[in-house]
């Protein structure tokens, strides 16, 4: 699977001010490290669709995939609110539609992410419950 490293400066400046800014879309996951047990926090867009909520890597298999495939859960920060939610990998002949309103949500912040990897097989998604 394939997987898009994000730029430095995304790490180190982007991804903590959203974290700390959040916003309507942005949420952060905080999902334990599957060899260290650490907390990592990563922002991501959540997705309301059809009466779930997904989250789907724009970056293909990223670290937070891994680590949420190993923990199946993880908790949701939205705002001042955190709750816990059980994780399932949706199969890869589900994730179409799935991906076409992710990509309409979280509109140009993605749009290059999957230009560079146009199949759903490289996309990650996880319904959350």
């Given at each position: 699977?394939?997987?898009?490293?994000?730029?430095?400066?995304?790490?180190?400046?982007?991804?903590?001010?959203?974290?700390?800014?959040?916003?309507?879309?942005?949420?952060?996951?905080?999902?334990?490290?599957?060899?260290?047990?650490?907390?990592h926090?990563?922002?991501?867009?959540?997705?309301?669709?059809?009466?779930?909520?997904?989250?789907?890597?724009?970056?293909?298999?990223?670290?937070?995939?891994?680590?949420?495939?190993r923990?199946?859960?993880?908790?949701?920060?939205?705002?001042?609110?955190?709750?816990?939610?059980?994780?399932?990998?949706?199969?890869?002949?589900?994730?179409?539609?799935?991906?076409?309103?992710?990509?309409?949500?979280?509109?140009?912040?993605?749009?290059?992410?999957?230009?560079?990897?146009?199949?759903?097989?490289?996309?990650?998604v996880?319904?959350?419950?």
């Amino acid at each position: 699977m394939s997987y898009l490293q994000p730029p430095r400066l995304a790490v180190k400046v982007v991804n903590p001010l959203a974290m700390r800014i959040g916003g309507r879309k942005v949420v952060t996951l905080v999902v334990a490290g599957r060899r260290s047990g650490v907390l990592h926090r990563v922002p991501l867009v959540a997705l309301d669709y059809e009466g779930a909520k997904y989250l789907v890597s724009a970056r293909g298999e990223a670290e937070w995939v891994k680590n949420l495939r190993r923990a199946g859960r993880a908790d949701l920060v939205e705002g001042r609110r955190s709750r816990t939610f059980f994780a399932s990998e949706v199969p890869t002949e589900r994730r179409p539609p799935i991906i076409a309103a992710y990509r309409a949500k979280a509109g140009l912040s993605v749009a290059a992410l999957f230009e560079k990897l146009p199949d759903h097989e490289d996309h990650p998604v996880f319904e959350l419950c």
